[in-house]
C-alpha cells in the first residue's frame, strides 16, 4: 500500500520485488513543485538511497492532465519568503530552485524509469533529465514555457541537451509556449525510451524496473553511476575512469546473496 502520512506532496510504495513508485501528488496544481515538495523529495531520496531493500525506482504522477509543469508560481507570487526567490528581481533565482528534485543530483544511483502521462514542462526537467529510463504516452507532450514569459531557459535546456539532440532542444527552449514535443519526436531524439498506451504505463514501466532489480545491485548501480559520471569527462578521461568501477563493482557474491538466478531463461527483443 501506499505511504500517505510520510510527506504531504509525493505517494510512496514499496513492493516486494525491489521496486518503490514515487508519485507527485499535486494534482489540482498539475503536479508543479512548491517548496514542500523541495522538502518532501529531498528527504525522500535520502531515504531511498539508503533503503537497501529498494532496488529500482518508478517516478510517475497523479492525475492524466500533467506529469508536472515545473515551478508554482502562484507560491512565488502570494508573499512567500521562500529563499530561492529574489525578492529585487522576482523571476530570476537566487540559487536553483530544483536542486532537490532530481535522483541523481541526491547520489541516487538505483535506477529510475518515469512513467509520463500529460504535459512535462519547464520545471518538470529537473526530473527527467535525471532518470534513466523514460516512458510516455501517445498523448503526452513536451515544452518549455520559460521565454515565453521573459524568462531565460538555461537549467532544463542544458540538463536535456545530455540526453536529447542539440537541435531539438534549443528549438523546444526558443519556441516556449507555441510548440509541443510529442511522444514520438521526443522519443526519436533519445529523450523517451518507449511509447505506451496509457492504460499499461505503470504495468509497463513497474514490468522494466522489477526486471532491473532482479539483478545484483552491485552491478547495477555501479553501472548507472559509472554512465552519468562519465557525462562530465572527455573520452579519453572516462575510458580511464571505467575501470575503477568495474573493480569497484564486480565483485559477485559482495552483498551474500546468490544472483545466478537472475539470469533470464529468455530475453526480449524491442
Known amino acids: 500500500m501506499p505511504d500517505t502520512s510520510a510527506?504531504?506532496?509525493?505517494?510512496?510504495?514499496?513492493?516486494?520485488?525491489?521496486?518503490?513508485?514515487?508519485?507527485?501528488?499535486?494534482?489540482?496544481?498539475l503536479n508543479a513543485f512548491n517548496e514542500q515538495m523541495r522538502r518532501d523529495f529531498a528527504r525522500l531520496w535520502a531515504e531511498l538511497r539508503a533503503d537497501p531493500a529498494v532496488r529500482a525506482i518508478v517516478l510517475t504522477s497523479a492525475g492524466e492532465r500533467a506529469f508536472s509543469t515545473g515551478l508554482d508560481t502562484t507560491e512565488r507570487t502570494s508573499g512567500s519568503d521562500s529563499p530561492w526567490l529574489d525578492t529585487a528581481a522576482p523571476w530570476a533565482e537566487s540559487e536553483d530552485p530544483g536542486r532537490e528534485l532530481g535522483p541523481k543530483s541526491n547520489e541516487v544511483w538505483k535506477p529510475v524509469v518515469a512513467a509520463v502521462r500529460g504535459m512535462c514542462a519547464g520545471g518538470a526537467f529537473y526530473w527527467i533529465g535525471e532518470c534513466d529510463i523514460v516512458l510516455a504516452t501517445p498523448e503526452s507532450t513536451f515544452f518549455d514555457p520559460h521565454v515565453t514569459y521573459g524568462m531565460v531557459a538555461a537549467l532544463e535546456p542544458?540538463?536535456?541537451?545530455?540526453?536529447?539532440?542539440?537541435?531539438?532542444?534549443?528549438?523546444?527552449?526558443?519556441?516556449?509556449?507555441?510548440?509541443?514535443?510529442?511522444?514520438?519526436?521526443?522519443?526519436?531524439?533519445?529523450?523517451?525510451?518507449?511509447?505506451?498506451?496509457a492504460e499499461s504505463l505503470l504495468d509497463r514501466a513497474?514490468?522494466?524496473?522489477?526486471?532491473?532489480?532482479?539483478?545484483?545491485?552491485?552491478?547495477?548501480?555501479?553501472?548507472?553511476?559509472?554512465?552519468?559520471?562519465?557525462?562530465?569527462?572527455?573520452?579519453?578521461?572516462?575510458?580511464?575512469?571505467?575501470?575503477?568501477?568495474?573493480?569497484?563493482?564486480?565483485?559477485?557474491?559482495?552483498?551474500?546473496?546468490?544472483?545466478a538466478a537472475a539470469k533470464p531463461k529468455k530475453w526480449t527483443a524491442r
Do not use: C, F
Request: charged fraction near 25%; hydrophobic fraction near 45%; avoid cysteine.
Open 158 to 197: 542544458i540538463s536535456l541537451s545530455y540526453r536529447m539532440r542539440y537541435s531539438d532542444v534549443v528549438r523546444m527552449a526558443v519556441m516556449g509556449l507555441h510548440e509541443r514535443v510529442t511522444a514520438e519526436t521526443a522519443r526519436e531524439s533519445g529523450l523517451v525510451s518507449e511509447v505506451v498506451e
Open 7 to 29: 510527506y504531504d506532496t509525493v505517494l510512496v510504495d514499496r513492493a516486494d520485488d525491489g521496486v518503490a513508485t514515487v508519485t507527485i501528488n499535486r494534482p489540482e496544481v
Open 206 to 259: 513497474h514490468e522494466l524496473a522489477a526486471t532491473i532489480a532482479s539483478q545484483p545491485p552491485a552491478a547495477v548501480q555501479g553501472t548507472i553511476k559509472a554512465l552519468w559520471r562519465s557525462r562530465d569527462l572527455g573520452r579519453e578521461q572516462a575510458m580511464a575512469s571505467a575501470l575503477m568501477y568495474t573493480q569497484i563493482g564486480n565483485p559477485i557474491g559482495v552483498d551474500g546473496l546468490d544472483w
